[in-house]
């Protein structure tokens, strides 16, 4: 084998390519590894290949990158997408990790934004009308997806044992937060635009309520609200 080629191990998956290949991204972790003065000296597997105790499968797109930044095929899930990202921040690859956030915003996914809340009558005192209070922005999706757009305003599920998160499904998120424009602004950075909204209000001025949403206070009026969000490719 030419000293020009080397032959890799990526946690059992094999693959073989050119020095200057590894080394095409400066400053990457690979580059660090392949150079002439290398960072730190990898081990190797019984039969002389070097081992890296990573994403075996993903590293095939990592050196489609490396080959050829410019027309790189990125994964079509956002599974495989996610699972790409962190390969790309562990090889230290951020023109890449770049590339896979905006994939990302170009996958077709769904989100329902929901709350409760109520408002004062003030039906005596005009004055202490004070505007909409909700008590808590409910979400539902694709939780990877939810993830993705919300971040570390999500909650995590109220429901732990359902699974692992990337490929599952929960109406049991909420927000930290009670901002209905701020979670309106994420989704629409991330892609998204507003597909359609329902609601219902239970009113209470010298009319029968229309319906009882959880307990009856007929000092507020109380209400809830749906919002349909949808991001196509």
């Not at 290949?21 to 002439?36: C, E, M, Q, V, Y």
């Not at 994403?55 to 990592?62: C, L, P, Q, R, T």
Request: glycine share 6%.
């Amino acid at each position: 084998m030419s000293e020009d080629v080397v032959d890799l191990n990526i946690g059992g998956c094999f693959y073989s390519a050119q020095l200057s290949t590894l080394n095409s991204i400066s400053g990457s972790r690979l580059a660090d590894w392949f150079s002439k003065s290398p960072t730190e000296k990898l081990p190797q597997d019984k039969n002389g290949r070097i081992f890296i105790d990573r994403n075996g499968e993903i590293f095939s797109f990592i050196l489609d990158y490396l080959r050829n930044s410019k027309s790189v095929v990125l994964p079509h899930t956002s599974v495989d997408l996610e699972r790409l990202r962190i390969e790309a921040e562990f090889y230290k690859l951020p023109n890449l990790v770049s590339d896979i956030q905006e994939a990302k915003k170009s996958l077709s996914s769904t989100i329902t934004l929901s709350y409760r809340g109520h408002v004062p009558n003030g039906r005596e005192n005009l004055v202490d009308v004070r505007f909409r209070k909700i008590t808590r922005i409910l979400v539902s999706g694709k939780s990877s997806v939810c993830r993705e757009v919300f971040g570390e305003t999500l909650n995590e599920s109220r429901a732990p044992d359902c699974g692992p998160e990337d490929n599952r499904y929960s109406s049991r998120y909420y927000l930290t937060h009670n901002t209905l424009e701020m979670a309106f602004d994420k989704l629409l950075e991330s892609g998204f635009s507003l597909a359609g909204c329902c609601g219902e209000t239970a009113v209470v001025s010298g009319t029968p309520r229309t319906k009882t949403l959880g307990d009856y206070d007929d000092s507020k009026s109380q209400f809830f609200h749906e919002f349909y969000f949808v991001r196509c490719k």
